[in-house]
């Protein structure tokens, strides 16, 4: 089967960072995407990885282990906007996303 | 803005209706994929077309069907609706089969659907 696990809810302070982490099993593996989804809002693209590692954009950042099946993804300097949920995306072995629950991130002022 | 449209924004239907949801992809890709996103849920895979067929299937019934038109615009047709089909329905287009980051999938703003 397939299944990808992430925090159903997070809080965190403005200026601060945060890390949102991401467990996955999946039939195959063609890369892991992290999506930003405001509330009533469509999912929009934030990070891609493929290998192990991080990768740095701007203030987000996101890792990789696929030996572990985890990720995670990294937001610094937390502003007001940053409050959405963060949705976990998989690409198995086939040509679909396979997609977490999402984490509702809260930044307080 | 993603460049991927879909109509309409919002729909209110009746239990048993038929509804069709439409969207156009984002220029240059060929791949549409649709999702069903249940209120607090991650969005959940219906199915893709690739070239005007059918290339992939989530766990999702008959009555849940689809096309895709040679502009690689799409819809998502649903029959005999039920009350647990009201959800923010998605598509997302991208360019098959591009490799790495190419592949992400670029989603349109949602219909939502309310079944009474």
């Known amino acids: 089967g397939q299944n990808i696990d992430q925090p159903t809810e997070m809080t965190a302070t403005e200026g601060a960072i945060v890390q949102i982490n991401c467990t996955y099993q999946?039939?195959?593996?063609?890369?892991l995407f992290w999506y930003q989804q405001h509330a009533g809002e469509a999912p929009t693209f934030l990070s891609y990885n493929v290998l192990d590692g991080l990768e740095e954009k701007g203030r987000f950042s996101s890792f990789l282990s696929r030996s572990k099946g985890y990720s995670y993804l990294l937001l610094k300097e937390l502003q007001m906007k940053d409050s959405a949920s963060y949705l976990c995306a998989v690409r198995g072995g086939g040509q679909n996303f396979v997609f977490g629950p999402g984490t509702r991130l809260s930044v307080l002022p | 803005e993603t460049g991927v449209t879909q109509s309409p924004t919002h729909l209110i239907k009746t239990r048993g209706q038929q509804v069709t949801l439409r969207c156009s992809s984002q220029?240059?890709?060929?791949?549409v994929s649709w999702y069903q996103q249940a209120l607090g849920q991650g969005p959940q895979f219906i199915f893709q077309y690739y070239r005007e067929e059918e290339n992939g299937r989530g766990n999702f019934p008959p009555r849940f069907s689809g096309l895709q038109f040679p502009n690689y615009s799409s819809e998502l047709n649903v029959n005999a609706l039920e009350l647990d089909d009201s959800a923010l329905y998605l598509c997302a287009s991208s360019l098959e089969p591009a490799g790495g980051e190419a592949d992400t999938q670029y989603f349109g703003p949602g219909t939502r659907l309310t079944v009474l």
């Open positions: 220029s240059g890709h060929n791949t």
């Open positions: 999946t039939s195959g593996f063609n890369g």
